[in-house]
């Protein structure tokens, strides 16, 4: 299937050394493409393998498919025989059999529509005495029907736009669901019509970039100024955005949730969203383009005016605290042998390219990443914390960077999770000559444990991992690589990640007991 795939031309085929990372690497793809990721894997022990992925697509609510062999029915004694669909069944992924040779094409097309409609990954299983036999069926495509196409009429309308009406202080967050160019179009055209700043959920990162009254990242990533604004807000318009505690939590001192005391008007695209949306005022079901226009429209034929919220006062804390938050902070002393972390992001961010890609794995250092390494669209945000696994990172960045070839791949990771996930397809990314930058943050320790011994007074012993040398490795593998043990040695790092594309490495190493969590 993927020879005859690559030699019609239909797309370029990359080979990743473990089922994970293929599975990953569909989900990477369309996060940054918008389209359907696509993997193949055999049966068995690859399934079981890409477990732990398939489950990061289902709660990340990602479209793609898995092309997955399975073995023959009458096969008893075959080693890697299990029951896959009920291996599938337990990731939440959905399963669709081929049926037969002259059903293949319709069942593929079944699987596609499913895994957009659906919004996670599907499985397509092919038996293997099925796969070679010949069929005279044509290919066939479905059409994937739009389900957000609709507003909402009635007495759940009315009260919203009298929220709306009366708000002094109204600002407005998007997520996800909300990032199409039209669906930003009239969000802002809706923020300007009531005059209220605007903020994202993290995975909407940089949907309004550049815009004067743009409060960021909603929730522990907030800056002073936006959690201020927040703070004094009586009404949040929330589109497509599932307000979950991360959401919602404060940052920088603020404790506590920060839509207490506010009414909440929530425009979700579809009803699948439900499962993880907290309380609320008033939930609407609709198109968020369409449903952001119609408010529009009530409002100007009842003449409400403005709220005034988005003032100048406030335009001048933002651009104030913008150009604070670009300045190069001093290195403060660390350990022997490591360096700051936060002023080495504030450098590095100062040589990468404002559009890029940004892949972050799990670990203590994300926070800190996701604050100084901002990405100015929300398609170029790669999120792989769904599942709160570490090690999916550079499995992601392959997919990224395949969707966005024209722009460079950044992948922040640690040492525990990259010793999980990376190391296995360094090869991967040299032998593609993907333009991925690395940059590996090493403290010599898994983080989270480190954190917990310490905090209780314990030793922290048995979370040190004792790392190889990563930088070597990466060089024997083909990347370019350095290791910064020092700020005097940064300089040559930050020339190797501003050159002009390839696979390259750039290993941090840091102080376990010097980086910031929040």
Request: hydrophobic share 45%.
């Amino acid at each position: 299937m993927v020879d005859a795939w690559v030699r019609g031309g239909s797309g370029q085929y990359t080979g990743c050394a473990h089922e994970a990372s293929a599975v990953l690497a569909a989900l990477g793809y369309a996060q940054v493409s918008g389209r359907t990721g696509v993997a193949s894997i055999t049966h068995g022990p690859a399934l079981t393998n890409a477990v732990s992925a398939l489950v990061e697509g289902v709660k990340g609510g990602i479209p793609m498919l898995l092309l997955c062999g399975d073995t023959a029915p009458g096969d008893l004694h075959h080693l890697q025989r299990i029951d896959q669909r009920e291996m599938v069944k337990a990731t939440g992924a959905g399963f669709i059999e081929m049926r037969a040779p002259e059903t293949a094409s319709i069942d593929l097309a079944r699987a596609f529509r499913r895994a957009a409609l659906e919004r996670r990954p599907i499985v397509f299983n092919m038996r293997a005495d099925l796969q070679w036999r010949e069929t005279e069926a044509s290919p066939v495509v479905l059409p994937i029907p739009s389900v957000g196409n609709a507003v909402v009429e009635g007495e759940d309308l009315d009260r919203a736009l009298g929220m709306i009406a009366s708000a002094k202080r109204p600002f407005i967050v998007a997520g996800r669901g909300a990032i199409a160019p039209e669906a930003r179009d009239a969000i802002l055209a809706l923020a300007k019509r009531i005059e209220a700043p605007v903020a994202t959920t993290l995975k909407a990162s940089g949907l309004f970039s550049g815009e004067q009254f743009n409060l960021g990242v909603l929730g522990t990533l907030s800056r002073p100024a936006a959690l201020d604004a927040i703070a004094k807000s009586d009404c949040i318009i929330a589109f497509c955005a599932s307000l979950t505690s991360y959401t919602l939590g404060g940052g920088h001192g603020h404790d506590g949730r920060l839509l207490t005391g506010k009414r909440v008007i929530q425009i979700m695209g579809d009803a699948q969203e439900n499962e993880r949306r907290t309380e609320h005022d008033i939930l609407l079901i609709a198109d968020p383009a369409l449903m952001a226009k119609r408010i529009i429209d009530e409002l100007d034929e009842a003449e409400i005016p403005p709220s005034r919220n988005a003032d100048q006062d406030l335009a001048k804390a933002l651009r104030e605290e913008t150009e604070t938050w670009a300045q190069p902070l001093p290195f403060k002393q660390t350990a022997p042998g490591t360096i700051d972390y936060v002023p080495a992001l504030r450098r590095i961010n100062q040589v990468l390219p404002a559009d890029r890609v940004l892949v972050t794995d799990a670990g203590r250092f994300i926070i800190a990443a996701w604050r100084n390494l901002p990405v100015i669209d929300p398609r170029h945000f790669v999120m792989t914390l769904n599942f709160a696994a570490i090690g999916f990172g550079l499995g992601e960045a392959i997919g990224a960077a395949r969707a966005a070839p024209d722009k460079l791949t950044v992948l922040v990771a640690g040492d525990g999770g990259f010793t999980m996930g990376g190391l296995t397809e360094l090869g991967t990314i040299a032998r593609e000559k993907l333009n991925v930058a690395i940059i590996l943050c090493n403290d010599g320790s898994f983080g989270a444990e480190y954190i917990q011994f310490t905090s209780k007074q314990m030793s922290p012993e048995m979370s040190l991992t004792n790392p190889p040398d990563f930088t070597s490795i990466a060089k024997a593998a083909g990347l370019e690589a350095c290791c910064v043990t020092d700020p005097a040695e940064l300089d040559a790092a930050l020339a190797l990640l501003a050159k002009g594309a390839g696979p390259r490495l750039v290993e941090l190493r840091l102080d376990p007991d010097f980086i910031p969590i929040d």
